[in-house]
């Protein structure tokens, strides 16, 4: 199966999401990402749970929402509400892990936990048999445009081998420096979904460049 492809608003032009949505769902890419940053966790602000909310009706798409936020629980409501499918949160910024990914079960959404490059995988081993999706930070989250840190797909084969030892079949996502180049780098490690901001909005051709994203 080729991967999921989830271009991130973050790279979009705010003033016009509605034309960026109609871009995503243009390109035959599967799922929009949204990067919800505090200030304060990451060195950024971008929106909140009004911005999904306006967005769902003009496409189809999943929608992914990445919470890089302290407390994610305060959030979670809101953003099921929003129209939000996958919710993921930070290890790093929650205590009650376990809680946050029981709650967004129970609103009938899907569960995401993240981690930084400096976070390794051993942290959330536990949680693995709570997730539907796990999203590795190849870059340090706050801004797009980034490289990619290529040491951080050793993290995806750990994963890919964790969740064939355990019987799982929670997705792996990797988001930051995702270009056709690293794409490439990131199938071979056993992705499941790739996350695109700069490299799909700076891109003439979005159809062409999702197809080079997948592989094909």
């Not at 199966?1 to 608003?9: H, N």
């Not at 790093?92 to 946050?100: D, L, N, T």
């Not at 709650?103 to 400096?118: D, E, H, N, W, Y």
């Amino acid at each position: 199966m080729s991967c999921i492809i989830a271009p991130s608003v973050l790279a979009a032009d705010f003033s016009n999401l509605a034309a960026a949505a109609a871009d995503i769902d243009d390109s035959g890419a599967e799922w929009t990402h949204l990067d919800v940053m505090d200030g304060s966790f990451v060195p950024n602000l971008t929106f909140g749970p009004k911005m999904a909310a306006d967005l769902r009706p003009h496409t189809s798409s999943v929608f992914d929402v990445h919470l890089m936020v302290w407390r994610p629980e305060d959030y979670i409501d809101e953003f099921a509400r929003s129209g939000a499918d996958y919710i993921t949160f930070h290890a790093e910024a929650a205590v009650h892990s376990h809680r946050i990914l029981q709650s967004i079960r129970k609103l009938g959404k899907k569960t995401g936990i993240s981690i930084v490059p400096a976070t390794p995988v051993i942290l959330i081993e536990e949680l693995l048999p709570l997730v539907d999706l796990v999203l590795v930070m190849t870059v340090n989250p706050g801004f797009g445009g980034q490289v990619l840190i290529p040491e951080c797909l050793e993290k995806v084969k750990t994963l890919v081998l964790l969740r064939e030892k355990k019987g799982l079949s929670f997705l792996i996502s990797v988001d930051g420096g995702i270009n056709e180049t690293t794409a490439a780098q990131a199938r071979a490690a056993g992705v499941d979904v790739l996350v695109a901001g700069s490299a799909f909005f700076n891109a003439r051709d979005k159809k062409a460049l999702v197809s080079q994203l997948k592989g094909r």
